[in-house]
């Protein structure tokens, strides 16, 4: 089992930059594959990034390649989402998961959330 807790979510502007991170229980985080997933309202669950458990391979949506960056520090047990130049329709709230196995973009897959953080992206 893992558990997940998000933080770093907030109130940025248009442009603007911000930082989550995912902190995971356990002693078996690196055995994870990891993902981040956003909903905004009235919409469903989406995937935004991946990493492998060796962090040797990223996946991103086509909506947020270039401006996010996901990582991770095995060390730290923890996954980070780097945001840059948000945009208004980046907000949501923004969710960790983690899964064995193979790297994938299905929210399905995945077995382990966290509990999510609030991102809205406003002037």
């Known amino acids: 089992q893992v558990q997940l807790v998000e933080s770093g979510g907030g109130l940025v502007q248009p442009g603007g930059s911000l930082r989550l991170s995912c902190a995971a229980s356990g002693r078996t985080f690196r055995n994870y594959v990891m993902g981040w997933f956003r909903q905004a309202p009235g919409k469903e669950r989406e995937f935004v990034a991946t990493?492998?458990?060796?962090?040797?391979?990223?996946l991103y949506a086509d909506s947020v390649k270039g401006r996010f960056t996901i990582s991770r520090d095995n060390a730290k047990n923890t996954v980070y989402l780097q945001m840059n130049s948000l945009k208004a329709e980046d907000t949501a709230v923004y969710y960790c998961?983690?899964?064995?196995?193979?790297?994938?973009?299905?929210?399905?897959?995945?077995?382990?959330w966290g509990q999510g953080t609030q991102v809205t992206v406003s002037s």
């Open positions: 998961a983690a899964k064995t196995g193979y790297i994938s973009r299905v929210s399905n897959d995945y077995d382990h």
């Open positions: 990493i492998s458990q060796s962090g040797g391979i990223t």
